[in-house]
């Protein structure tokens, strides 16, 4: 949103223009909060001298410079509610400052501007931070935590003393709505994109459900100004009325002022400066001495020696060969060309600046070579380093010299321009950047005028360091927003600041190299944004064509472009003529069309999307050129080639090699050639889409958006009603046998359960009735079935009768029918039997099951004990207000309440009421005569099974609810475990005994395993990435989410906790309820809440009936559209056609036979084992052979299941919580634990021949090409084998990594031993210490792939598994129930860095690079770096080079909390640094618990003292939660 957008000649006005803005008397914001100012007074003197001086600015109680109509709009929001419509770029957001200033004057109360997006939101709050200072303003965002702030007291705290809070317009409704911000502690609501505010939006309901109720009752209110471009969200012009009504405002926009919207912005003026020819003859100017010896150095270079050429060498393989010869001919390495590109650069610095300019870049570059030769020690950098010290670097002056005709008229620019100067140097070449910035920091004509800095961007090449030839500085990266500031007040650029940068006073633009084109031109000059700015424009000639007015450069524009292209066509056809009769791949449903002439980069590009993403790898397609017969038509008789091009190993065996169509006189066309019909080959073979790019999942799975986070969703189903109306009009009935045991009662009670529906099974229920005992319900498996008539004479409904002992005392209950029929089977219960009796202690005590007693107002209680006489008002802690006046002579009841929450579905819940003890001299906690309380009839146990009826209640309700779904809309899929399915409806927030999180955790794990298998059977020719991506889209949330509320699960989530104000709802209650099913309310749920029940449905679906029984009900809760490609079919089917596309001849080479006899497994496809140990990287893969990446995609799947149904069978007191369930799985499948066991797995068995060492001597004489070794002299041995040195590869790389990670191993190995299997954790420092590749992981997860595609057997793999050593450490894991949680999770938990307080800050360092990571989540805060407690050098790659250590310092808060150091990896010292963390943490937690703990012992202390001193009154609680005075 632009706050001052361009116009042409605009209207800028200030309150008094002869004022300096350093003058006491200057208007700003901070002087009008010292002393309050008459803005509108202000306004109406600028508008009146607008008329007079157009030119000049009005300066507005924040310091802004504000425009007539934006000042218009304001008057008219002090006026009533308005919403803004102006047009995009028109300055919106300046009505709001001006407005906000306003009222920030005025009242007292706090701000909210509330805007769509996150985004958006932190914008604006820049922007009112920067204009208006004077107050504190808060950004709100989800990633703040906002969730959890759940106490208002943590909302006052955050909210102190701020008065602008920016947020997304969901967290003011939810706190409004929560009741943490009122609408009367606001004056102003501001809101951005108004027109947003429709329908079910937040904002829409918080104003017709909140605002406008209090409004018309005549309650405090906030203004409202709205903002949108256009307050229409539909072509409906009665929308503009119902966003009035919505919001309590009207539209306005400007109509004094019009004329200033359509204005534009001001144009600098352009002045062509010529500088003549820099050569002074045409020609280049002669090289110095420096450029000729470094000339020399380089060509000087042995390419036979360059350390890319003797790696190819080495490998031995056709693409290196290719490669090799690319090199050596072309002299095509990554030495060559660096030493290449600085004798160019130098080159063009000599013709450009000068020779002085070419020495001081040389000179710069060869120390800065030399320098990275000694820091890192590479055969790169020794390879040019030995050939630079044969060349002598004289010492170059600083200051610049012997300067060319083209800088010294720049020079002159500089030093003549008249204004302030605020401006930018745009030059072509990044090397000039850099160079031009040092000639005007240090020339003595510009260097105290201007504060220069340079801004150069990033490399067009990704990944590709530019440093060495461009001098380029990290500290670049700062310099754009330092000269925003002000600090720099000229910038040297490419044409990298030609787009985004917005400063407003930039007054002087200037040309050092002319434009490329006239949008570059135009893009340029619109950066000279200030009024009576300067454009300078250098050129070679005055007169030639680049001196052309601007304005005939944009009427030229589109001529110009059709004569560059008219030329390159001209040009090609030149080259080739049968170019333009090649083949052509066109689509026609989108009109997509390649030709020979682009396809090249499409391919390059198809490949780096496609191959794996190690660093291991080369990616880039290569190509083999092949001489064919001559063309006998020609009578020169040329040589005609053609190529094959060879694809990644990623890519499919049948699509990883093409030939070129024709024959070809040049390398290059014969590559276009071979290129294009790899790429058609891929179009064909789906690979490619229909707009001719990489094909990806959603190319055919319909996108459907990002999570919202919350959504509104249909309100639980209420089986009440129905139940209602089948006690009236049905004809059967259902009962069950309900056995209740009651806490305390020897024997159960016995209840018939009935309902007019069917009773739905119960898993065992226990209610707790305090944090100890519960009162355990078991339903019984049988189900009744009988006429309704015939149930008439079976006895009364003893429902209302327990409702009415537990309850009756609180509210009334008039004799209505409970929805719920329980029925004793051991004695009559009616309401007549409460507080019959009057209390006899005799009787009392002779009862087996005594009775509760009663107050004369029908309060409950239980009688703990019977004293014979009054006991002493001292002894009491309680005692009445009437007790001297009781009788003495009668029997005394000890009693305690029955309590108000009891019947929880957790024990936590309880309020506890049991837990009062004597103390402190007070025996009894209340007492009362006998004579004033009476008894019930029946036994205490029935009230007690009263009292938690609600509880039981609702446990019956979901299992209807349950019992609705299960038998309706998944009736299909036959489930037979109704509290299972319960279980899966459950969410953790409704406090239930049962949660889905477990079955979530099992379901997302079968449908993970589900999609990567029928992603693989569908699409063989796929390659790992792209099955990836289907797999990604077809189980993350978003997509789930849609599907369960499609489907119509959202009605039965069950998310609600039983309200603490219970009140029972009889039959006839719900008959009265005349409410429509259409009126059903809707709830605000979490997105993810909706989406994991889909997975717990899918998981409690396996549980019922296995594999198939999953698939069935993903089948039916995420189908697929008929046009969709993507089919869920069966897991044998599946498999099945894994397995036939596995090559049927292979033979197993003979280095892995020794594996497939340690795995226990014999193969029946060969083939299938090859290709689980084959690395991308291995070479001479045949038509049918194929790399790991598709099995190990499987294999990750496969694991996954494996391990988590390990953890499922953990049941009873070992049964694992979601949380812990996820900790283990992640923590065993981790790719270093995977790696660590794939070098602990040794295969022994390797037959190798050695010869005799006792026959070596008579062997010394002969020769070694005549020896005359036999069998005799050999003689047998056996090596253990790794399992990891199976993989087949040919990488250099790999080879290299592998060594590191052995040396690493080995010397690690007896420690992460001990810590696994001793001390029971896992030691992740020292595994990240190790350090493996990923391709240790990788293999494993494709062997347990193999296995299963092989075998189909779950039991294989899990053999399998067991050689390899996985299971048997997950098993010692959870025996010993070790700590498995990685310190780097754990350290979010303790300290999360989402929160200010809390945020953590790693600061990792090399001894060799310095700081090579860094960062802190708040962009709006100073970090350690910037801090300067640390610097930050330059970026790494995660590949330590010899002799390299790493340290890292811990930030919380920051607070520095951890330094470790002598690291090996960059990763060991985070995770080092975040263990340490965790200790600190916890410790200081124990600490502040024993001082608070001490503090509260002090506390008890000194009460007790005034307590006997009787100096003061200390109150405190008994165990009825009631306030007592001692």
């Not at 007291?153 to 943490?180: C, E, P």
């Not at 405002?249 to 003549?276: D, F, I, Q, W």
């Not at 190690?614 to 001559?630: C, G, K």
């Amino acid at each position: 949103m632009d706050l001052d957008p361009p116009k042409d000649d605009p209207v800028e006005m200030d309150v008094d223009p002869h004022v300096s803005s350093q003058d006491s008397d200057d208007v700003s914001f901070k002087s009008a909060v010292d002393e309050p100012l008459d803005l509108k007074e202000v306004y109406q003197d600028a508008l009146e001298e607008l008329s007079e001086e157009p030119n000049d600015q009005v300066s507005t109680p924040a310091g802004l410079t504000a425009r007539a109509y934006q000042i218009e709009m304001f008057e008219a929001s002090l006026k009533q509610n308005i919403i803004v419509a102006m047009d995009t770029g028109s300055g919106k957001t300046q009505v709001a400052v001006l407005r906000i200033a306003s009222e920030l004057e005025q009242s007292d109360k706090r701000i909210w501007f509330l805007v769509p997006t996150v985004a958006l939101a932190r914008q604006q709050h820049q922007v009112l931070q920067s204009q208006i200072p004077s107050v504190k303003a808060l950004l709100i965002c989800g990633h703040d935590g906002v969730d959890s702030w759940s106490e208002q007291a943590v909302w006052d705290a955050v909210l102190l003393n701020v008065r602008i809070v920016v947020s997304t317009y969901q967290i003011l409704s939810d706190a409004n709505a929560h009741g943490f911000v009122q609408l009367d502690s606001l004056s102003l609501i501001v809101i951005d994109e108004a027109h947003n505010c429709s329908g079910s939006h937040p904002i829409s309901r918080m104003m017709t459900e909140v605002y406008l109720p209090a409004k018309r009752d005549g309650l405090p209110v906030p203004s409202i100004l709205g903002l949108t471009a256009s307050p229409l969200m539909s072509n409906d012009l009665n929308d503009i009325e119902k966003l009035e009504q919505v919001l309590d405002a009207v539209c306005r926009t400007p109509t004094k002022h019009r004329e200033e919207l359509l204005a534009h912005s001001n144009r600098p003026e352009m002045l062509v400066v010529p500088y003549g020819d820099p050569g002074g003859s045409g020609t280049e100017p002669a090289p110095t001495d420096l450029m000729i010896r470094f000339r020399e150095a380089y060509h000087g270079l042995d390419i036979s020696k360059d350390p890319e050429v003797l790696l190819l060498k080495a490998q031995r393989t056709e693409r290196a060969r290719q490669k090799l010869r690319q090199a050596v001919t072309k002299k095509d390495t990554a030495a060559q060309k660096e030493m290449k590109g600085v004798h160019n650069r130098a080159v063009l610095v000599c013709r450009e600046v000068g020779p002085w300019a070419a020495d001081y870049y040389l000179s710069r570059a060869i120390s800065q070579l030399l320098a990275e030769w000694e820091r890192q020690s590479s055969d790169h950098f020794r390879y040019i380093g030995e050939a630079l010290l044969s060349v002598p670097v004289p010492t170059v002056s600083q200051e610049p010299i012997q300067l060319s005709l083209k800088v010294q008229t720049l020079l002159q620019v500089l030093a003549s321009h008249q204004e302030d100067p605020v401006g930018i140097v745009f030059v072509q070449e990044r090397v000039m950047v850099s160079i031009v910035t040092h000639v005007i920091s240090t020339h003595p004509l510009t260097k105290d005028r201007y504060r220069t800095a340079a801004m150069i961007g990033t490399a067009k090449v990704p990944g590709r360091k530019q440093h060495f030839k461009d001098m380029t500085k990290v500290a670049d990266k700062k310099s754009l927003e330092e000269f925003r500031k002000g600090r720099f007040n000229l910038l040297v650029a490419t044409n990298v600041l030609e787009e985004g940068i917005d400063v407003p006073s930039c007054n002087l633009v200037i040309c050092f190299d002319e434009p490329s084109n006239i949008k570059s031109f135009i893009q340029r000059r619109g950066r000279a944004r200030k009024g009576r700015s300067t454009l300078y424009l250098m050129v070679q000639d005055v007169s030639g064509e680049s001196a052309t007015d601007w304005r005939d450069l944009e009427r030229l524009m589109k001529e110009k472009y059709e004569d560059e292209m008219r030329q390159t066509a001209e040009l090609e056809l030149v080259e080739d003529p049968r170019l333009g009769g090649y083949p052509v791949l066109e689509v026609e449903s989108t009109g997509a069309r390649m030709t020979i002439r682009d396809v090249r980069s499409h391919l390059n590009h198809f490949c780096a999307k496609v191959s794996s993403r190690s660093r291991h790898l080369q990616n880039e397609p290569y190509f083999v050129i092949r001489n064919v017969d001559p063309d006998p038509a020609s009578h020169k008789q040329r040589t005609l080639l053609k190529a094959t091009v060879h694809l990644p190993a990623s890519v499919a065996p049948d699509l990883r090699r093409h030939q070129s169509l024709w024959t070809w006189t040049s390398e290059k066309l014969a590559i276009m050639d071979a290129s294009f019909q790899a790429y058609k080959a891929l179009y064909d073979a789906g690979l490619v889409n229909d707009h001719l790019l990489p094909t990806k999942a959603s190319d055919f799975l319909t996108d459907i958006g990002n999570d919202p986070g919350h959504i509104w969703v249909r309100t639980q189903l209420d089986p009440w009603p129905e139940i209602a109306h089948a006690w009236q009009e049905g004809s059967f009935l259902y009962s069950r046998r309900l056995t209740i045991q009651v806490p305390g009662v020897e024997a159960p009670l016995e209840f018939e359960f009935t309902l007019p529906v069917p009773v739905p099974y119960m898993a065992p229920l226990k209610l707790w009735w305090n944090t100890t005992s519960a009162l355990e319900f078991i339903t019984d498996p049988e189900m009744q079935e009988f006429c309704k008539e015939g149930v008439a004479s079976a006895g009364p409904d003893h429902s209302y009768a327990l409702l009415a002992m537990a309850f009756q005392h609180r509210f009334p209950l008039e004799g209505k029918q409970y929805p719920i029929r329980l029925v004793s089977n051991q004695r009559k219960l009616n309401v007549d039997g409460i507080a019959a009796l009057e209390f006899d202690p005799q009787l009392y005590e002779s009862l087996p099951q005594p009775p509760l007693v009663r107050l004369g107002d029908g309060r409950p209680f239980f009688v703990t004990k019977v004293l014979p006489s009054k006991p002493p008002a001292e002894l009491i802690l309680k005692p009445s207000k009437d007790h001297t006046d009781l009788p003495e002579n009668v029997p005394y009841v000890v009693y305690k309440p029955i309590g108000k929450a009891v019947g929880q579905f957790l024990p936590d819940a309880v309020q506890e009421n049991d837990n009062w003890t004597p103390k402190d001299g007070k025996l009894y906690q209340k007492v009362l005569p006998s004579t004033r309380i009476r008894m019930d009839e029946f036994p205490a146990a029935f009230a007690q099974v009263g009292a938690v009826i609600p509880a039981f209640t609702r446990a019956v309700e979901m299992s209807l609810v349950a019992a609705d779904l299960m038998y309706n809309r998944l009736g299909c899929l036959e489930l037979d475990n109704l509290p299972l399915v319960t279980t899966a409806l459950t969410s953790i927030g409704s406090r239930a005994p049962t949660n889905y999180e477990r079955l979530e955790f099992l379901g997302d794990t079968i449908l993970k395993f589900c999609a990567c298998l029928t992603a693989s059977a569908l699409f063989p020719t796929h390659h790992e990435r792209l099955l990836s991506q289907w797999k990604d889209s077809l189980v993350n949330n978003v997509r789930l989410c849609r599907a369960s509320v499609d489907f119509g699960l959202d009605e039965y989530i069950m998310h609600s906790v039983a309200s603490k104000k219970w009140r029972p709802k009889f039959v006839e209650d719900y008959l009265d309820d005349t409410k429509s099913p259409e009126s059903a309310e809707t709830r605000e749920m979490s997105s993810k809440m909706v989406a994991d029940v889909v997975e717990s449905l899918i998981g409690a679906a396996y549980m019922c009936g296995g594999m198939s029984k999953a698939l069935e009900c993903i089948s039916l809760l995420l189908p697929t559209s008929k046009s969709s490609k993507f089919k869920w079919q069966e897991i044998g089917l599946s498999r099945d056609k894994l397995f036939e596309l596995a090559p049927n001849d292979a033979i197993i080479p003979k280095p892995l036979e020794p594996l497939e006899k340690a795995m226990g497994y014999t193969f029946t496809k060969k083939s299938l084992l090859i290709e689980a140990m084959t690395h991308p990287s291995c070479p001479g893969l045949g038509d049918n052979d194929s790399c790991y990446e598709r099995l190990e995609f499987l294999g990750d799947a496969i694991l996954d299941v494996i391990v988590v149904k390990r953890l499922m069978a953990e049941t009873g007191p070992d049964e694992l919580a979601h949380n812990d369930m996820h900790e283990y799985l992640s923590s065993v499948v981790t790719a270093d634990i995977m790696a660590f066991l794939a070098m602990e797995w040794v295969i022994t068995q390797i037959d190798l021949n050695e010869i005799d060492p006792a026959k070596l001597d008579a062997l010394d004489h002969v020769s070694f090409f005549k020896s005359e070794i036999t069998r005799e002299n050999l003689i047998s041995n056996k090596e253990d084998w790794p399992f990891w040195r199976f993989m087949r590869h040919n990488s250099s790389h790999v080879a290299s990594a592998q060594t590191v990670t052995q040396d690493r191993y080995l010397a690690l190995r007896d420690d992460i031993r001990a810590a696994i299997w001793e001390k029971h954790e896992l030691p992740w420092a020292l595994l990240a210490r190790m350090g493996p590749p990923k391709f240790y992981s990788d293999v494993v997860e494709s062997l347990v792939g193999a296995v299963w595609v092989d075998s189909g057997s779950w039991e294989a793999c899990e053999h399998v598994l067991n050689q390899m050593g996985l299971l048997p450490l997950l098993d010692h894991l959870l025996k010993t129930k070790a700590h498995v949680m990685h310190p780097n999770v754990e350290l979010t938990i303790l300290a999360p860095p989402n929160k200010r307080d809390t945020r953590t800050e790693f600061v990792i360092i090399s001894n060799k690079r310095g700081i090579i990571s860094c960062g802190t989540e708040f962009e709006d805060e100073v970090s350690a770096v910037d801090g300067g407690l640390v610097t930050v050098e330059e970026p790494y790659n995660d590949v330590p080079t010899e002799g390299e250590v790493f340290s890292c310092k811990l930030f919380i808060g920051g607070k520095q909390v951890a330094d470790v150091a002598g690291a090996g990896t960059k990763e060991e010292a985070r995770v080092r640094a975040a263990e340490k963390g965790c200790l600190v943490i916890k410790a200081e937690r124990k600490a502040m618990a024993e001082r608070k703990a001490m503090d509260g012992a002090v506390a008890d202390k000194g009460d007790n003292n005034a307590e006997n001193g009787g100096k003061e009154e200390v109150s405190g609680q008994d165990a009825d939660g009631d306030t007592v005075m001692n």
